[in-house]
Structure formats: C-alpha cells, structure tokens
C-alpha cells in the first residue's frame, strides 16, 4: 500500500482500506498501528507520537486523533454521503466503498447503533433540510450532534417562540430617510446682487468691481 498523501487521498477513506487490506492480509489488530505509522508522513506520525504511551497502543484511538486532524467530524461524514459523486472512470463499486465509508463515519459519530435510532436520525436530516441557514448558524456549534428529532423539534420551536417575543418588544426602528446633501453654492451666485465685502477672495472682489463699472455709463 502507497504512503498516505492528503494532496490526494482522503483520510477516511484511506484509512478505511488500510484496515480492509489488514484483515484481508490476516494481520492481527494490535499490530495495525505499526503497519500504519510507516505508511504515514512525518507530519502525521510525529502527532500519533506525541500521545501518551498507552493510547499509542490503541489503534481506534489514533484513528480518531487522524480523522480531528483533518476535522472529519459527522456533520463532515454527512455531507461527503449526501454529496459525493462517482469520478470520471470510475468502477461503481468503488463508488459503493466510497458512500458506505462515508455513511459509516456518520452513524459511528453520532453513535446510532439500532434502527430505531437510524430512524431518527433520517428524520431529523430531513428536518435539517427545511430550517433556513440563519437558524442553522444559531445551533452551528451542535448542529451535527443532533439526532433526536423531538430534541430539534423542541428546539427550533423554541428558538422561533423567541424570536417572536423579541419582534413583539423590541420592534425595529424606523427606517431614518438618508439626509440630503447640501449642495455647495457656486462663487458666482453668491456674488451676484450683494456689495463686495471683505470676507471676499481678492480676486472675486476684483471681478466683481470690475462688471460693476462695465456697466456704468461715463
């Protein structure tokens, strides 16, 4: 198996057919971390090093601390499931592999592990559909931990009951009309009708004297 590059293969994925490659290959688990440390880029082994002793043992762990460094979290899962698309070429069982990859990093995250909960958690993704991006930005930070429809329900009623009671209290104000500009008076309409003083630019005083005495008659 070629060494992981994130320029081009997905975390998960790769990740994902390493452990289908061990277990096809008879390679016990515990030695699934040491198979993976060489496949890794110095980057990413130096960040499985830095943790505690025992937790490097633990293969499920390192798979959890790879999947945070690439922030694969399940609304992340989610999204790749519902959006992904079949590459030029390729074999739609590879699509297959891909989806359920995907699919299964998304149930795992918000730990359904019945039908009972894999029914609610359809309904609440449906229910996420139809709530605009404005409330979904309110709950951003436990938008993708959600999975009870009633809890979402409660909360998006909850959420709009407020909203109300503000708009009821704190109507918005009105609208102010922008103010005009005042436009600056030309040097020539000012001029025009009053004595020259001596809050005049000498040179308008001048011009002005002079069409004065244009006009009279000698």
Do not use: C
């Amino acid at each position: 198996m070629q060494k992981y590059d994130a320029q081009v293969a997905d975390i998960s994925l790769y990740l994902a057919m390493f452990e289908r490659q061990a277990r096809t290959a008879d390679i016990e688990e515990s030695e699934w971390l040491s198979q993976l440390m060489a496949l890794l880029p110095l980057d990413l082994a130096q960040i499985v090093i830095k943790e505690t002793e025992d937790k490097m043992k633990d293969y499920l762990h390192i798979r959890g601390v790879l999947l945070e460094r690439f922030k694969m979290k399940p609304e992340t899962f989610r999204v790749k499931f519902t959006q992904h698309q079949r590459k030029s070429g390729e074999l739609w069982k590879e699509l297959i592999f891909e989806l359920r990859n995907y699919l299964e990093g998304w149930l795992d995250g918000v730990k359904v592990n019945d039908f009972g909960t894999l029914k609610n958690l359809m309904i609440t993704d449906q229910v996420k559909r139809r709530v605009s991006p404005e409330v979904k930005d309110h709950f951003l930070d436990e938008w993708g931990k959600i999975v009870d429809p009633s809890e979402l329900a409660g909360k998006l009623d909850e959420y709009e009951s407020v909203r109300s009671a503000l708009k009821q209290h704190f109507p918005k104000a009105l609208e102010r009309k922008p103010t005009e500009k005042i436009k600056p008076v030309s040097p020539k309409r000012e001029l025009k009708g009053k004595p020259p003083g001596k809050f005049w630019p000498p040179v308008l005083e001048k011009f002005y004297t002079k069409g004065k005495l244009a006009k009279r008659k000698f």
